[in-house]
């Protein structure tokens, strides 16, 4: 058994390669131009800062930036458990980030995605221990959206 995966995974790599499969942050890949030369404009909400802060973590501060990236959010909140007193026990929060990348050159649209991802809390009798699950979810959802435009970004860093 043990034989037969040495062997797939032999056959399987120069599979690979002839279909043009190439490591992003290998020697020539297309995302080592990006890290740190991605300015993300300014938080302006907790929500964005939360956002800009994992996007940093992941692209790198820029240091000699060469895109600039705007970053739009939407957030909406919907009940989805509901007790025999009526009451929400559990929400569902959902969030889209539309994003452009542009080139600080020229000015000019070099990227623009759209990435959406959902999380949830639920909801106590303590007023105090709702609002942190909240605060807490909401910024789980950030690093959702942050992590999904970086893998986008890296996805797709050949074209621009």
């Known amino acids: 058994m043990s034989s037969f995966n040495r062997r797939f995974l032999l056959l ?23 890290r740190g030369s991605i ?7 907790k929500n964005s800062f939360d956002l800009v802060a994992r996007l940093e973590e992941r ?8 895109y600039g990236m705007t970053v739009t959010l939407t957030t909406e909140e919907k009940g ?18 539309v994003y452009v ?17 959902f999380t949830a809390y639920s909801a106590s009798a303590q007023p ?8 807490d979810a909401r910024s789980r959802l950030m690093t959702a959206l942050a ?3 970086t893998t986008d970004l890296l996805i797709n860093s050949g074209k621009f």
């Open 12 to 34: 399987a790599l120069p599979a690979l390669a002839a279909c043009g499969f190439e490591p992003v942050y290998g020697t020539g890949g297309s995302a080592n131009g990006l």
């Open 80 to 97: 989805l458990a509901i007790s025999g007193s009526n009451d929400i026990t559990r929400y569902n929060l959902l969030g889209t980030a």
């Open 128 to 135: 105090v221990s709702t609002l942190a699950a909240e605060r």
């Open 59 to 66: 692209l790198g501060r820029a240091q000699s930036p060469i």
């Open 101 to 117: 990348l542009r080139d600080l050159g020229t000015g000019a649209q070099v990227y623009k995605g759209t990435v959406n991802t």
């Open 147 to 149: 992590d999904k435009i």
């Open 39 to 45: 300015i993300v404009d300014e938080p302006t909400t």
